[in-house]
């Protein structure tokens, strides 16, 4: 009985261990995390999860789940906390020019292969400017707070092909991610929105630009960004495109992966570093550039 006793204490340590380690989440279950929308396309920090290990399975290809798409997209960042309103660093003109220039750029077009119930991704991406608010800002952990920020924000002017990333000035601390995706309503309009915390001194996200374009902290948000939008335009409401284990796009091809190109160029000159995204295409003509599997179905243009 003792031995047993014992032996039932070990894998109950075992599974905590393992929990905290993974997080005990997967990719279709995020709602467990909080109250609010789902987590989509979590961007983890390294080490969260195993290198790509058990993510991919004999095909990992994306599977169209029957929903929509994003063909357009209008973007309109919000920078959310007490420091933005005197913050003199390079990232708000930073993600200011990423969103200007994503639009008609190669790297826009990487996604462009995914078809939904309402047309096909295209690289048309209207900016409409950023927003700063002063307010205290709240953590990711509740996803309710990040919408009802947009929602504050865009008030009556949100539109369906809307999408609102919002950065905080708070550090991750110890949270297991960098940012995600998620979609909801404002004013009865279903948009996406995304989440990304001040990443600065932070190895999550971090591409090690190393070129003298961006800050650290910069070229990490864009780095990021890249990952949520790339996911939100191909599965903006957890009904698009997801391979068999429930991995977008951005997944597959994220960090641990190699970056394929010292640098992206976007359609206002702009450059970056920034990961490659997952093409069916690719992979099924073993045309695109290796995962950390070595599966060659990651491009960046």
């Known amino acids: 009985m003792r031995r047993l006793s014992l032996l039932l204490l070990v894998c109950m340590a075992s599974m905590l261990a393992f929990g905290q380690t993974e997080s005990a989440v997967q990719p279709g279950d995020q709602s467990s995390i909080n109250s609010g929308p789902p987590m989509l396309g979590i ?23 029957g929903g929509e798409i994003m063909p357009t997209a209008s973007v309109h960042p919000i920078f959310w906390g007490t420091t933005w309103p005197t913050d003199n660093s390079d990232k708000v003109p930073g993600i200011d020019s990423f969103y200007s220039g994503f639009g008609g750029s190669g790297y ?7 078809t939904g119930t309402n047309g096909q991704v295209t690289s048309t991406v209207a900016y409409t400017g950023y927003t700063k608010d002063g307010t205290t800002a709240s953590g990711g952990g509740n996803t309710a707070a990040i919408l009802a920020e947009v929602c504050k924000v865009i008030g009556s002017g949100a539109v369906h092909n809307g999408f609102y990333p919002v950065y905080v000035d708070l550090p991750r601390g110890t949270a297991p991610y960098c940012g995600y995706h998620g979609a909801g309503t404002c004013n009865g309009v279903i948009v996406q929105f995304a989440f990304v915390w001040n990443l600065d001194g932070d190895v999550c996200g971090d591409p090690n630009d190393t070129s003298g374009r ?16 790339s996911e939100a335009r191909t599965d903006p409401n957890n009904a698009g495109w997801r391979n068999s284990q429930g991995y977008e796009n951005g997944d597959i091809c994220g960090s641990p992966s190699p970056i394929p190109h010292p640098f992206v160029t976007f359609s206002n000159g702009s450059m970056w570093k920034l990961q490659a995204e997952w093409s069916n295409h690719a992979y099924d003509t ?16």
Do not use: M
């Open 286 to 301: 073993g045309t695109g550039f290796p995962d950390s599997l070595g599966e060659l179905g990651c491009i960046d243009n």
């Open 108 to 114: 826009a077009h990487a996604s462009d292969e995914y």
């Open 43 to 65: 961007y983890w920090a390294k080490r969260v999860l195993p290198a790509n290990g058990h993510r991919n399975p004999p095909n990992p290809d994306l599977i169209w789940r």
């Open 214 to 229: 961006h800050s650290q902290g910069l070229a990490s948000l864009a780095n990021v960004s890249a990952h949520e939008f």
